[in-house]
């Protein structure tokens, strides 16, 4: 059994920059974000159920999902948030189970927004926060998804909040200094995942 580290942090904590050092070193990371991604292209049932639900207005003409839109409108609702919610996060798991189990490094990465408050937890042995002040959060998400303060807020809100994340963490990585910095944490982190993969 591959051993299997859950990162996680809030929206602009700079989950990617550090799961992009990790896959650099050669290790598997299965990206919930890519698996949710998966589960609403063409031709899944998941994208047709979500027509039905939201309307066609919710699809491009080119037949795929208009993200951005339907975040907008199950951040509006909560109801709304809860449906798509239940249709999703099941089979986002099959696909995240599928590429764990098709991991080829000592240990393998979990990566999700949503892995303590979805259940994805119960599928890692260790959990990796990556951490930022709130307030860093905030504007880097603003700078680079050009989305207003308050869809931001609303998305943080989601999201646990940063002491009950730290709470379930076994590791932290500190993500407000420079990128050596972050380059030093990674490689510690990673010699003490092999030496934990190997016992």
Known sequence: ???????????????????DRFAAKGITVVDADLASRAVVEPGRPALQAIEEHFGSEVITPEGSLD????????FADENERK?????????????IISGLENATSPYALLVSPLLVESGQSQLTQRI????????????????????????????????ANRETRLGY????????????DLDRQVEQLHQRYLTLAEG
């Open 1 to 19: 059994m591959t051993l299997i580290i859950g990162l996680t942090g809030g929206i602009g904590s700079g989950k990617t920059a550090v799961s």
């Open 67 to 74: 993200r951005a839109l339907l975040r907008q409108k199950v």
């Open 83 to 95: 449906w798509l919610e239940q249709l999703t996060h099941p089979l986002i798991r099959e696909e």
């Open 128 to 159: 990796l926060v990556v951490d930022v002040p709130e307030a860093v959060q905030l504007e880097r998400t603003m700078a680079r998804d050009d989305n207003p303060e308050a869809q931001v807020k609303a998305i943080m809100a989601a999201q």
């Open 169 to 180: 963490a076994d590791d932290v990585v500190e993500n407000n200094g420079s990128l050596e």
